[in-house]
């Protein structure tokens, strides 16, 4: 378990920024258009990473959180045959090249409506944070050019992708890692039941076309959204799919509240124990990436470099702190306390 990254590299500066902080690990893709990559081009890309002393563990697939109009691969979630079977092949061929180039993982999102947000408010010290308040949005927005998808057209359209895909990961040896629906939103919210927004729905998820390389880009803010209560209840969450090995990416996000109501936030101030859950995805041996996802908007000259570097350094601290008692062979009663 290590610090990562999935920041998109404003140019080489920030690969090398990276390294000087100690995060040796990222999500990060090449140039040029999705369903264009070539094997070389993932190659070159790895290599260059590689120059700097990090590793490439993941890249995005074109499936991304966007909404459908702004998607790489509208026809997979859109159901609409045959044009999603060629961007089926075109994903299959895609996890081949990733895997021919010695890149272990590729993460992606099954998504229609995109990520829902209400306004902007502030937060600590008055950053700008995001926020979704049920109350405050428009509850009867009427469905985009996608219509009515209800429960059982999402995991039709679902395990159609699965059903194709898997088997070519699994012979690939690329760990396929799907971000769930964010946030959870009522069934029916702009025409669309999102049945990844519940941890249910997730369970269901990982069962279907059951294989070491289907997982989840576990998003612990995401998942924390879905909750009455994320400071109680998130640490079994994490117990239940990091048990089954189902966590292949961890997005080590906090919030302020829970379900339908909560403010993003830093990872020392929300309503999740930050330290309880990285000891919790220790408890079961989860091996990849804590990676910050999103961070509040600050006053900097460099807003979003000086938000993720603290969220960079609080991981590290975080995972240091485990780290000690195993290193000074503690047991617990040893521990210092205070």
Known sequence: MYVG??????????????AQLGVNNVCSDPPGETHTW?????????????????TLDMVQLPL????????QSPNIMLGKSPERDREIESVQKLIRNIGEAGIPAAKYN????????????????GSSNSTFRWSKMDQDEAPGFWGV???????????YFLERVVPVAEEAKV????????????PGYRGVTRVLGTVEGMKRFVQMRESPYHGLNFCQGTVSEMLDDPGEEIYDVIRWFGSREKIFNVHFRNIRGGKLNFMESFPDEGAV??????????EVGY?????????PHIDSPDPSGTAFAFCYGYITAVLQALDEPRKQGWTFKDMPRG
Not at 175 to 186: I, K, M, N, S, V
């Open 149 to 159: 998808v209800d429960e059982d057209d999402n995991w039709e359209r679902i395990d």
């Open 38 to 54: 070539t094997v070389d081009d993932l190659k070159r890309h790895r290599e260059k990473l590689e120059s700097y002393g990090i």
């Open 64 to 71: 991304s959180s966007t909404p459908l109009d702004r998607s």
């Open 5 to 18: 990254t999935q920041v998109g590299a404003r140019d080489d500066h920030d690969f090398a920024m990276w």
């Open 110 to 125: 099954m998504n229609i409506i995109g990520i829902p947000r209400s306004e902007r408010e502030k937060g600590r010290g």
């Open 175 to 186: 760990r396929l890692a799907c971000h769930p629906h964010d946030p959870y939103t009522p």
């Open 273 to 282: 124990n930050m330290v309880r859950a990285a000891k919790t995805y220790q």
């Open 287 to 295: 091996k990849y990436m804590l990676m910050p996802d999103h961070v």
